[in-house]
């Protein structure tokens, strides 16, 4: 090639040879230029450009013969000189993207997009990169690599149960992934591998549990469910129901499952992962029910479903928290959708909608309840609950709180449009439950039946009662009109009274008679924990309480187990008390107390208890008082199941509200040793989360209080008066003699019994009880570690326990000795974690609730505790709570002081605590409460701002005019309030070496004041006014001035000088303050 003369010959060369297709002589046309470029003559800007365009140019030239690394090289050397030239980030963009580099790729057409927007050719190839990427992306997830292995030729049974528990890790959180895997055959086959009898019992575990979690999200369960609707129920057999639902698109029938799970050969881990897995996927029948029922204007019609079925499968992945999956094919969307949406049912009927689906699940739980194996039976009997129970609802709760915040009625329309259609929903939800008992009633409760009296094991027992009840509750909760519950409850009985046929023979053949009496009133009881009405109908049937009576004669600890249990539920309600005449009266309750079964002795005692309750006949010295709370407090020191334990507890919360027996428990008597180490050892053994532990708090916290003061904390804040309440029962008990009562002669029987064994008149004129005594109690329970036994129990707890754990602590904390030992043990941290911070809880109700209690337990704690002893932690933690309870404007005075007092002891510890104390607005709240009408309150919020004094906020309440004139009239109510007025002259000792403060106070009168307490003839507050006076006279200038032009205090100040005490502490004060004052 020719020698050029210039670099512009060389670049129009290299153009022509490009142009030819003369690749190599362009290059090296291109390369001669950039060392000509590097001689030129022109200005460094131009050679810039120049050499910038030859680079380009070459760059091209590589790339189109293919040479990616050579044109990389050149586009990037041509941005170093020109960043922001377009062609070059674009060829290189187009030479990555060449290579595979998808990623560097669009980092340079991200870049040409911000230089130019417009740019075509750019936005062009990003959304041919991005479309490529996502491609690549769907056809190798993690989803897709696991199925792949699953079904590798060569796969070990190790690498397949990976590949499956890979499946369900990612299906679990992942529900566009599930929908994906559903679309691609995915469960079937999971489900192939859980029906592969060459599989092992791992492997086939592995396949049902991933298959749960991929149905677990509606996106993929709703359509199987319409599946299954659209099959007939999913009902396998000869009915063709398993082709059926394979050809609308399940991969199994709900019999296939079942019988799967039933299988006597069934590995007991993959029977229950099948039931699990049934019960997840049923769960969504209640979305084809919504669409269905639901009002036109909520729901779409099928043509609309259908023309915007990728935009409803989207919202549907979305709502599960996945991405968006616009894929999903019309027909597919529109198959969890009805054909069209009917009125919403009046009559709390929904017809024959989901009929057979219903059969064929309650079948389902009744072969998995009859198992062969324990393992399965438990879990079809937790299944068949599961499915019982109305679902949980976001939407209607969260309308019910907005119904909440809005009174019920108010509102904007359009919130109340929400409302109605959140009710309608549990309408429908609780119809669809209701439905659902009753298929179970008819199908699945002979099962259930037979488990009711099992004898070998009782949590076996009790799980097959709860399943039951739970059917029950199902049909009598629904939320339908009077006259269709009536026609349920009938529908309910007649399935369920062949089953109790008292009287009526055995129920199998070879059955002995106590076996299927045990069966009988079995199902009484759990028919009447459910629901009080069907309860009363079950236990008024033929000799039912008789055959109780037979049971709770007989030896065997099962049948007097059961005959206990029927008595507890018996008098948990009101129709079913009068029906225990005949059991209280033969004294066969009291028989089972002494029943070698600590299953027995509890729930008679927590029967007798609860029918003492009621009729208010227990006196607190009499013998079944005695026998209640011996077996109770034998129950919870045993070792037995915590069933028991925690019925012991709950017959407890009874008998300790009377007076003798908190005594007895706390210091032990004749007829019972102390027992509060015993119940104490029995919080430390369990958590917040036990039953338990709301129990024993109530417990200690009834301890720890009187009846006067329990019956004034519950009238105070009702603007009533305990003298004004009783005159109210008197005149209410008298009306109430006059009301009819269906059970008045059964409930004098019920009294009559009860008098017959000891017991007094309602009025127990002997139940007296003293805040003395009271405080004895609290002091014996501090003692005997209570605190720490309510810290451990506090973590995790309900708000209701957490509420009497507060109290407890509050009236412990009444006894000024116990609460140092609430410190040490822990109480005092409890307390700050319940009293939460100040934030939001200044307003009404601030005082009131867990945080209240909690926060007036801190306070009273920290009145007389030395601060000092505390934490920086603890300290720092108690001011939000303590400013809080100040602020709230419901707060009670006591309350108020209180808090003041706790504040005032904190803020003397450092500036840490003040400073604190400000953060939280504690400044504004003391300065509110200065004005307050009571004299303590007024005192305490004065003397706490004194200790705030030396904190610049304080110290700028006091540079106001208001604030100095304030202070300065309560240093003179010396005559009225004498603690008051010493703190007040004392904070403006210690506040005007400020000059703010000094400007402030001599505007406001400050040196006439001063006179008037100097000359006041009161030592001490004398002593404050001069170091005040002193301190302003330091200060020179005007504010001295002012000081000596007031001939009152010059003369004060003499005749206070003169007249000084000798020895007293103020005296040198007073006579430098006079001196002083002379100039």
């Not at 009782?458 to 009840?469: H, L």
């Not at 002081?897 to 904190?906: I, K, P, S, Y």
Request: charge should be negative; hydrophobic fraction near 50%; glycine fraction near 8%.
């Amino acid at each position: 090639m020719a020698a050029f003369a210039t670099a512009e010959e060389a670049k129009a060369a290299g153009n022509a040879a490009f142009a030819a297709n003369q690749l190599g002589d362009a290059v090296a046309a291109y390369t001669a230029g950039l060392r000509l470029a590097e001689s030129s003559t022109d200005t460094q800007a131009e050679a810039t450009a120049l050499k910038a365009a030859l680079l380009n140019n070459r760059a091209m030239a590589h790339w189109k013969a293919g040479n990616d690394q050579a044109c990389l090289d050149d586009c990037s050397a041509a941005l170093e000189l020109e960043p922001r030239r377009a062609k070059a980030l674009y060829k290189r963009a187009q030479c990555h993207a060449r290579r595979g580099d998808d990623a560097a790729a669009l980092r340079d057409l991200h870049c040409i997009l911000q230089i130019d927007a417009k740019n075509k050719d750019a936005v062009a190839m990003a959304m041919a990169v991005k479309d490529r990427v996502a491609r690549a992306a769907a056809a190798e997830t993690p989803m897709k690599k696991a199925f792949t292995e699953l079904s590798r030729a060569g796969a070990s049974a190790a690498d397949r149960a990976r590949a499956l528990r890979a499946v369900a890790a990612i299906a679990s959180d992942d529900p566009s992934a599930a929908a994906a895997a559903r679309r691609e055959g995915g469960l079937e086959a999971l489900w192939a591998v859980a029906m592969d009898a060459a599989a092992d019992a791992e492997l086939q575990t592995a396949a049902l549990r991933a298959l749960s979690e991929c149905v677990q999200h509606r996106v993929v369960g709703a359509p199987l469910v319409a599946a299954l609707l659209e099959a007939g129920g999913g009902g396998g057999g000869s009915g063709g129901g398993g082709a059926a639902a394979a050809a609308a698109g399940a991969p199994f029938t709900i019999e296939e499952v079942a019988a799967y799970a039933a299988a006597p050969a069934r590995a007991e881990d993959a029977a229950v992962a099948a039931l699990g897995m049934l019960v997840r996927l049923l769960a969504h029948d209640d979305d084809a029910l919504l669409r269905r029922f639901l009002p036109q204007q909520h729901r779409p019609t099928a043509a609309a479903a259908a023309a915007d079925a990728p935009k409803a499968a989207a919202a549907a992945a979305a709502a599960e928290g996945g991405a968006a999956d616009a894929t999903v094919p019309p027909a597919a969307a529109a198959a969890a959708a009805p054909a069209a949406v009917e009125a919403m049912p009046s009559e709390g009927v929904v017809g024959d909608w989901g009929k057979s689906l219903n059969a064929s699940a309650a079948l389902a739980w009744a072969r998995a309840v009859a198992a062969p194996s324990k393992t399965v039976r438990s879990a079809g009997m937790e299944a068949l609950a599961r499915w019982c129970a109305e679902p949980e609802d976001a939407a209607v709760v969260a309308a019910a709180a907005g119904a909440a915040a809005g009174g019920g009625g108010g509102g904007s329309a359009a919130e109340a449009a929400a409302r109605n259609e959140a009710y309608r929903r549990k309408q429908l939800r609780s119809w669809a439950a209701r439905d659902k008992g009753l298929a179970a009633a008819r199908l699945a409760s002979l099962p259930l039946y037979r488990l009711l009296s099992t004898e070998d094991d009782a949590a076996e027992r009790r799980r097959a009662g709860a399943a039951v009840s739970r059917v029950v509750r199902s049909v009598a909760g629904a939320l339908s009109p009077d006259s269709r519950k009536e026609a349920d409850k009938a529908a309910l009985q007649e399935a369920l009274q062949p089953l109790l046929k008292f009287g009526g023979g055995e129920v199998e053949p070879g059955e002995s008679r106590i076996a299927a009496v045990m069966r009988r009133v079995a199902l009484a009881t759990a028919i009447a924990a459910a629901d009080p009405d069907v309860g009363q109908w079950a236990l008024r049937m033929d000799n039912c309480i008789a055959e109780v009576m037979t049971l709770a004669s007989a030896r065997g600890e099962v049948a007097q187990e059961i005959a206990a249990e029927a008595i507890c539920a018996a008098a948990s309600f009101d129709a079913g008390r009068p029906l225990l005449g005949p059991v209280l009266e033969s004294g066969l309750v009291f028989a089972l107390m002494d029943s070698q079964s600590a299953a027995a002795r509890s729930a008679a005692a927590s029967g007798y208890a609860k029918l003492g309750m009621v009729s208010q006949a227990l006196k607190g010295d009499s013998n079944d008082i005695t026998k209640l709370l011996n077996v109770s407090l034998d129950l919870i020191g045993a070792d037995v199941p915590p069933t028991e334990k925690e019925r012991a507890v709950e017959v407890l919360t009874f008998l300790v509200t009377k007076t003798k027996v908190k005594e007895e428990l706390a210091f032990g008597s004749a007829r019972c040793k102390a027992s509060l180490e015993r119940l104490c050892e029995a919080a430390r053994a369990i958590n917040g989360r036990s039953p338990m532990a709301y129990g024993l708090a109530s417990i200690f916290a009834t301890l720890a209080v009187s009846r006067d003061e329990l019956k004034a904390e519950a009238l105070r804040d009702k603007e009533i008066s305990v003298e004004q309440y009783e005159q109210l029962q008197k005149r209410c008990d008298a009306e109430a003699l006059c009301d009819e009562e269906i059970f008045v002669a059964p409930y004098e029987q019920l009294q009559k019994i009860a008098e017959s064994h000891g017991q007094g008149p309602t009025d127990d004129p002997l139940d007296a009880d003293t805040a003395e005594a009271a405080c004895r109690r609290a002091a014996a329970l501090v003692a005997a570690g209570g605190v720490a036994a309510l810290r451990t129990i506090a973590d995790g707890a309900s708000a209701t326990t957490q509420l009497a754990i507060a109290q407890c602590y509050r009236r412990v904390c009444c006894e000024p000795s116990a609460r140092g030992r609430v410190v040490q043990q822990g109480g005092l941290s409890a307390l700050i974690n319940m009293a939460g911070g100040g934030g939001g809880d200044g307003g009404e109700g601030g005082e009131k609730g867990v945080a209240g209690e909690a926060r007036h337990a801190l306070a009273k704690t920290l009145v007389t505790t030395n601060p000092n002893l505390l934490t920086e932690a603890q300290r720092l933690g108690c001011v939000a709570p303590l400013v809080a309870l100040a602020r709230a404007h419901g707060a009670t005075n006591l309350q108020q002081f209180e808090a003041l007092l706790a504040l005032t002891n904190l803020a003397s510890t450092g500036n840490a605590v003040r400073a604190r104390v400000a953060s939280e607005r504690g400044v504004a709240a003391l300065s509110y409460l200065m004005f307050s009408d009571h004299e303590l309150v007024r005192r305490a919020a004065t003397e706490a701002m004194v200790n705030m004094l030396p904190h610049p906020d304080a110290l700028q309440h006091l540079r106001s005019k208001d604030g100095a004139r304030l202070w300065l009239a309560f240093a003179g109510i010396a005559d009225e309030d004498r603690a008051t007025a010493l703190a007040a002259a004392g904070g403006i000792a210690m506040a005007c070496g400020d000059e703010g403060v000094a400007a402030a106070l001599v505007e406001a009168g400050a040196p006439q004041t001063l006179a008037e307490l100097l000359s006041a003839g009161d030592a001490d507050i004398a002593h404050r006014a001069a170091v005040a006076a002193a301190t302003l006279l330091a200060h020179g200038g005007e504010t001295a001035d002012a000081m000596r032009g007031c001939k009152d205090l010059v003369d004060a100040l003499k005749e206070a000088a003169n007249a000084a005490p000798t020895g007293h502490p103020g005296a040198d004060a007073i006579r430098e303050a006079a001196a002083a004052i002379k100039g």
